[in-house]
């Protein structure tokens, strides 16, 4: 990776002291997340200054929450969620977008760019709940900064970035990099491998950022981590791409989207799925970020109209071909200026909206602009004729949905299957018989209402499908609560101890787990019977979450047992984050009636280590340490031997 950023130029670019940085209470989180005795409660009151940044982060804990797992809905829930290190970065990312919405250089779009950046990131989020190699906070802030490079050009250079965005305007990216590497001697994408690099993002998305804009096929091995996390950038990068380009540059994307896709093993349907699961979770963000409230576009909706309406007259419609609310939507092309006109007059009259172009390459960008459910074509025109302006349509989503009629002066049969074979659905022979376009407009008719039927029941389906997930996250939430204390149940903490040992050993990351007792709750059951015993428990629940650290999971496990599970903390930190558990507990009152107890716990520690073969082993050893403090009289903390 030092091989590929020059460390030396990103020092030169760093000391112009114009480069974005984190500011006000994003950069109090980042001080914070360097101490290593930071509390839940400190790194709370601090967030609590800013409720901007509240709401976003509950967001971002919601966003990566297990399948079935409650809604986090408090900022204590949302930080134990996230972790330090995770909340550190997104408020680094959430503190840019508001301090770098304008800036000097004219020719940067920053509200584009940033509308972009939150929706790569919800689509790098979205990918690695499925792939599960990377963890999902830091996967939203890395799809949130990959390109921060690009800003950093045009804040540092603003005049002379300006002057490449307008020389490279219009042709492609490989020039965008030479122009850059020209001007400045550093790329955009290398600077935000290096500034990601300088605010401590892990080496693995480093590595991923440096590729992701390019990515050649086969150009590593999937069990390849880095090469992974490559694909997965690359490919949320190209669903931005894809909801934020032209109409007719979408199609070429979404099967870039595909490709991409099947290097890691997905199949179209799932990209269609992770597509509306942005657009989704686009709404939220956009509303609670300093974006535009700009709507994505329906990359897979069907253009089959909502609305049916009579044929050419009045007299000659159909019984079943009751007017809709809203025209059918009609495109004429034709060079012959007196056709164009007695087209348009003939189907205004029977209702239709109606707009016109001159010839094939005015009518393909009308088409695109205005959305026809039907055109009606001649086949003879300057630049483009109707076959080949046929063709081009057939190639596109929207085209292949539009019924076009071919308007012909012959009816020699060679010449009728060439323009069925181009995708023409029925044609007409010139001169114009205002009864024969009136009959096979209403064949048009027949087809979208038809499509509009269709449309309603897969409507069905997915209102249908929708009430039931809703249905099946609830019973999942259910099932992975633990109703007394609102802590996760055993079921989940199994769950959760597996992935992030997996991500441990991946990534070569210290993590540890505290096994906690509560003392005497037995006897306390026996002698003043289950409500007093569960006023012990919550109290002690309340007292571990209070003393927790940001980046720790607390699961109950049994009757009387809670597990912690601490990520990127190793055997002296966790010792540190027991003892604090122990002193909270015995200071929390329990209060049952005219009853004032107090409870105490036993925990035992354990760290991964090398020769463990899996969380099962770390959970013994923890569980170990647990029966020696109990035996060593209870109310301490036992470290594993």
């Known amino acids: 990776m030092n091989d590929v950023i020059d460390s030396e130029r990103f020092e030169e670019i760093k000391a112009c ?18 101490r290593g005795d930071a509390s839940l409660g400190d790194l709370a009151q601090l967030v609590q200054g800013d409720p901007a940044l509240v709401g976003r982060l509950v967001r971002a804990a919601n966003g990566a929450r297990e399948p079935g797992a409650r809604p986090v809905v408090a900022l204590r829930d949302a930080l134990a969620l ?36 939150v929706i790569r990131a919800i689509a790098m989020q979205r990918i690695m709940m499925r792939l599960r190699t990377a963890g999902l906070e830091e996967s939203f802030s890395v799809g949130l900064l990959c390109s921060v490079g690009e800003l950093g050009l045009a804040s540092v250079f603003p005049a002379q970035y300006m002057r490449v965005l307008d020389e490279v305007r219009g042709r492609d990216g490989n020039t965008l990099l030479d122009l ?26 480093v590595i991923a950022v440096l590729g992701h804009e390019a990515v050649p096929a086969g150009a590593g091995e999937m069990n390849s981590r880095e090469y992974g996390l490559t694909l997965a950038l690359g490919l949320a990068r190209i669903v931005e791409n894809a909801y934020l380009c032209d109409a007719v540059d979408r199609p070429q994307l979404l099967a870039s989207a595909n490709g991409m896709a099947a290097q890691i093993g997905w199949v179209p349907e799932q990209v269609t799925v992770l597509c509306d699961e942005v657009a989704e979770e686009w709404k939220e963000w956009s509303r609670l970020l300093p ?157 979208v209402r038809l499509q509009r039927e269709l449309e309603r029941e897969r409507d069905e389906i997915r209102r249908y499908t929708a009430e039931l997930g809703v249905s099946n996250r609830r019973l999942k ?10 802590f996760p149940n055993r079921h989940y903490a199994m769950s959760r101890i597996a992935q992030e040992w997996a991500i441990a050993q991946r990534s070569e990351r210290p993590l540890s787990c505290l096994l906690i007792d509560v003392d005497c709750l037995r006897q306390l059951n026996e002698t003043y019977g289950h409500d007093v015993a569960d006023r012990v428990l919550e109290a002690a629940a309340r007292a571990i979450r209070g003393c927790m650290r940001a980046q720790d999971i607390a699961c109950r496990t049994g009757g009387d047992e809670f597990l912690i599970i601490c990520p990127d903390t190793d055997l002296e930190e966790a010792m540190v984050c027991a003892r604090r558990i122990c002193v909270g507990v015995a200071a929390e009152p329990v209060n049952a009636g005219r009853l004032r107890l107090k409870s105490t716990v036993s925990i035992g520690v354990a760290e991964r280590l090398a020769a463990m073969p899996d969380a099962d082993a770390l959970l013994t050893h923890a569980d170990q340490a647990l029966m020696a403090a109990k035996q060593a009289g209870r109310n301490r903390v036992q470290a594993a031997s």
């Open 477 to 486: 939430e259910a099932a992975l609560t633990d109703g007394l204390t609102g």
């Open 82 to 117: 996230l972790g330090m290190a995770a909340v550190r970065n997104l408020a680094l990312g959430f503190s840019l977008i508001a301090d770098n919405g304008k800036g000097l250089c004219r020719s940067f779009p920053y509200s584009r760019f940033w509308t972009g950046a």
């Open 17 to 34: 002291g114009e480069l974005p940085s984190p500011k006000g209470i994003a950069l109090a989180i980042a001080r914070m997340s360097q």
């Open 180 to 205: 850059e590497r020209q001007a400045f001697a550093m790329t955009h994408i290398e600077l935000s491998a290096a500034m990601l690099a300088d605010w401590g993002m892990p080496r693995f998305f």
């Open 291 to 447: 974006v535009d409230a700009y709507t994505l576009p329906d990359l897979h909706a069907s253009t089959a109209t909502e609305a049916v309406v009579v044929a050419a007259t009045p007299t000659e419609t159909a019984a079943n071909d009751a007017p809709d609310v809203e025209a059918l939507r009609v495109l004429v092309v034709d060079d012959d200026a007196a056709t164009r006109l007695t087209l348009q007059t003939l189907l205004q009259r029977g209702g239709y909206n109606v707009q016109a172009a001159e010839d094939g390459v005015q009518g393909m960008d009308r088409a695109l602009e205005f959305r026809p459910q039907i055109m009606v074509v001649d086949w003879v025109m300057p630049q483009m004729s109707g076959l080949e302006l046929t063709r081009t349509l057939r190639q596109t989503r929207l085209g292949r949905e539009i019924y076009i009629v071919m308007l012909t002066s012959h009816e020699d049969e060679e010449r009728l299957v060439e323009a069925f074979e181009a995708g023409a659905d029925d044609y007409m022979v010139k001169p114009l018989r205002p009864r024969v376009l009136a009959a096979r407009l209403r064949a048009a008719q027949r087809l």
